[in-house]
């Protein structure tokens, strides 16, 4: 049996044998490896032992793996983190090999990630999301759904029609923090108790709020895609639409199939190869990998961090089954790789407030680099392209304060030196010479439009928190048709926003749905 070869980078580290009576010099030298790893992988480290650099799965007797998992425990209290996962499986006879997640031991604030919920209306997104925070069954009638709902409409027709973000905090040992709470719910308890949390965003589901959910997707820096499907009505169009839209994002996907309890096992099985056949699309073009046991889960982590497999999990709300090994998969999940936070900070507002004894205040998305209390940034543009020096005054994540944040955290900002009536969504916190854009150049492709894309078409675009029609002003290729892709330029109708080359964004209108890549800034 053979890994992939060991690379320098990552999170992930193979050892064939740390042996007994290690000298001081070597317990530092490993520290300093840990910390490096645990660097890369943003909190967490996979360690492998019984492995060799090249991947060649060697295996340890019990008690030689037994000495090294000691050592390793060792090297962990020097860099205050912690084993949260082990695994031993017996390669050979009398070999074995130990897979074990090394997590760092509480800071300031959590390890976050962000997992997008998506799927058909009526999948049982909202569902699973209470199943997984509560720690409770569903009555088969919406009540874990109904304690979920952020509004009371959503309670009444069962829908999401807004974005609701919960969070899920796991400790030390992989346990869930909610359950332990008087209020399951309560964001800044969960925070404070956890040493990681998985933030749920739930999207909804249905066509109508197709543009809340792409903003959703686009402006929350979410690390993970969960596709959510039901087993009465399958994989629909809408969870095919959803399904492509976070692939061609290059976002890692998996999926959870709910109410099994209600079908038998051959509708489960139609509904797999459909999902794997749909995978195999070009654009899409991953593999599925079922998991059904615990011994499955570090295996399906690593591939669908490769954005080629897709792992399919099999879960009931009602009576509780396979809950159990998501939540677990859940606790595994490894964060993204974020930009380093010395880059230029740059953050997309989503929400602006006014706060009693506060003053003005905004949700944002730290897409690069780190935002700290006391920083000067510019905010803007402004309908003139202009940006406005503001200071920050406090930062909370979950509701809970903290010194500063880096690049992938959603946060609230107390901003001083600009009152809430001249902020606006889509609006970035940023410094140098920043510069609101009107006119940009982008590669598209049509996935889906009922006829042919002319000059002078106009489309809402979508990227980060941004929403707004830009004009097609010219088409190199003359006419775009589903399928189609071409160089464009396209100009903002209203007012300027502050876009950068690289960034992806969607643009949609009535049934037709792009993706576009900026290439360069006009004007």
């Known amino acids: 049996m053979k890994l992939p070869k060991e690379d320098d980078s990552g999170n992930r580290e193979y050892k064939l044998l740390i042996p007994p009576n290690i000298n001081e010099q070597r317990l530092q030298e490993l520290a300093t490896q ?10 967490e480290a996979f360690y492998i032992i019984g492995v060799d650099n090249e991947g060649t799965v060697i295996g340890l007797p019990e008690n030689e793996l037994n000495e090294s998992i000691k050592n390793i425990e060792k090297v962990c209290e020097l860099v205050n983190a912690k084993i949260v996962y082990k695994r031993i499986a017996e390669v050979k006879k009398d070999r074995y090999v130990a897979e074990l997640l090394i997590r760092n031991h509480r800071s300031s604030i959590p390890i976050q990630i962000n997992v997008a919920i998506m799927g058909h209306v009526n999948a049982g997104k909202s569902t ?13 009638n919406g009540m874990l759904r109904a304690q979920v709902a952020r509004y009371l409409h959503e309670v009444i027709t069962g829908r999401t029609s807004s974005i609701t973000l919960r969070l899920l905090g796991f400790d030390d040992s992989g346990n869930s923090v909610n359950w332990k709470l008087r209020d399951p719910l309560d964001e800044a ?7 990681k949390v998985i933030r749920l965003i739930d999207l909804g589901g249905h066509e109508r709020y197709l543009r809340t959910t792409l903003k959703g997707l686009l402006g929350y820096e979410v690390d993970y895609v969960m596709l959510v499907i039901g087993a009465d009505d399958g994989l629909s169009a809408m969870g095919k639409e959803h399904l492509a839209i976070a692939s061609v994002l290059k976002f890692p996907v998996f999926a959870v199939i709910t109410k099994v309890d209600k079908y038998p096992e051959d509708r489960i099985t139609r509904i797999i190869n459909e999902l794997k056949s749909v995978l195999r699309i070009p654009g899409i073009n991953r593999l599925a990998m079922v998991v059904n046991e615990e011994d499955e889960l570090s295996t399906a982590v690593m591939a669908m961090r490769t954005n080629k497999v897709v792992p399919i999990f099999k879960v009931s709300n009602v009576t509780g089954y396979g809950l159990d090994l998501l939540r677990k998969f859940l606790n595994m999940l490894q964060p993204r790789p974020k930009l380093k936070s010395s880059d230029t900070p740059l953050v997309y507002i989503d ?4 706060v009693t004894g506060v003053g003005t205040v905004v949700l944002g998305s730290v897409v ?3 935002v700290a209390t006391d920083d000067q940034l510019l905010i803007g543009p402004d309908n003139k392209g202009e940006f406005k020096e503001v200071r920050v005054k406090s930062i909370q994540v979950d509701h809970v304060f903290t010194d500063y944040v880096n690049s992938g955290t959603i946060a609230t900002f107390a901003l001083q030196g600009i009152n809430r ?14 510069k609101g854009v009107r006119t940009f150049k982008a590669n598209v492709i049509v996935l889906h439009h009922p006829t042919t894309i002319k000059t002078g078409y106009v ?16 088409i190199t290729k003359g006419l775009l048709r589903t399928g189609d892709s071409s160089e464009v330029v396209l100009h903002f109708l209203y007012k300027p926003e502050y876009v950068e080359k690289g960034q992806i964004f ?6 037709t749905r792009g993706l576009g890549v900026i290439t360069e800034i006009l004007s």
């Open 368 to 370: 690069r680099g780190r």
């Open 351 to 354: 929400e602006t407030y006014s």
């Open 189 to 195: 308890e969960v925070a404070l108790n956890s040493s």
């Open 128 to 140: 699973l999301t209470g199943a997984l925070i509560l720690g409770k069954l569903d009555d088969g």
């Open 421 to 434: 009536e001249d902020l606006r969504k889509g609006m970035v916190m940023t410094k140098g010479k920043p």
């Open 459 to 474: 489309s809402t675009i979508h990227l980060y928190t941004i929403r707004q029609a830009a004009r097609f002003e010219n």
């Open 34 to 43: 840990l910390k490096y790893r645990l660097e890369e992988g943003g909190g």
């Open 506 to 511: 969607i643009f949609r209108e009535g049934r």
